[in-house]
């Protein structure tokens, strides 16, 4: 037997994202979203994640085990994707979910197999420990919170900005982007990069400027950048602080 738990754990994970999305055609997705329970490809799909866990398993573990947990990982993945089968391909939140369900069943195995409870401990200690909530609640601040704050201050010249030319909610989404880049950036003390981004934005915009109702809405844009990019350096800065003194 070879390998640590986390080598396990690891290949584990790597074993399904071969599967899904190197080992998984087109043809079989499309197949499985038409017949679904019927969907030979569903079936075929199925088998292979069993197939690459066994082979992760198999390093580690005897081969009744191994053959166990092979076997548990192909028939919920099969159970999973039958599911997910009847809910619409486009959707963001059923992709997301989907996948969360396959690594939460990996993970599962891993603890069974392993066979120890010392790494859950350690995992709910570093969630609850002040410095990770800190964080946590610094990523919450700069996401939906700052931009109600953004959306508030800027009212007041909004109304003069013609908004038909631009994609619905991107504005607000773009913001969202950005803080989080710009408070990735300041809390791993890396301030660079926030200028590139912040002028890469600035040449963006000035690029489309070619008359008067797009410069109202330039300056309108970079205002709420500037405003966007202000709020989050402060607040960065303010928990890279209190994250060093905790």
């Not at 329970?37 to 197939?51: C, E, K, P, T």
């Not at 619905?168 to 981004?197: H, K, S």
């Amino acid at each position: 037997m070879i390998g640590s738990p986390l080598t396990t754990l690891l290949l584990l994970l790597i074993a399904h994202l071969a599967g899904d999305f190197l080992l998984q055609s087109a043809a079989w997705v499309r197949d499985k979203n038409a017949r679904r329970q019927r969907s030979r490809a569903l079936y075929l799909h199925a088998g292979v994640h069993g197939a690459l866990a066994w082979l992760v398993l198999i390093s580690s573990q005897s081969f009744a085990t191994a053959l166990l947990g092979a076997a548990f990982i192909a028939v919920t993945h099969l159970v999973i994707d039958a599911f997910k089968s009847h809910a619409p391909a486009e959707h963001v939140r059923y992709f997301v979910v989907d996948q969360a369900l396959h690594v939460s069943v990996l993970v599962i195995i891993w603890a069974w197999l392993v066979g120890d409870g010392a790494w859950l401990g350690h995992a709910v200690a570093w969630l609850l420990h002040p410095r990770t909530l800190l964080v946590t609640l610094a990523y919450l601040i700069v996401m939906r919170p700052f931009s109600i704050l953004i959306a508030l201050i800027m009212r007041r010249w909004s109304h003069g900005v013609d908004n038909s030319g631009t994609l619905a909610d991107a504005g607000a989404r773009i913001g969202m982007l950005e803080r989080f880049l710009v408070l990735t950036f300041v809390l791993a003390d890396q301030l660079v990069p926030i200028g590139f981004l912040l002028a890469a934005k600035s040449v963006l915009r000035f690029g489309d400027l070619r008359e008067d109702r797009d410069r109202k809405l330039t300056e309108y844009v970079l205002l709420g950048t500037m405003l966007s990019f202000s709020l989050t350096l402060t607040l960065g800065i303010l928990i890279a602080h209190w994250y060093a003194a905790l």
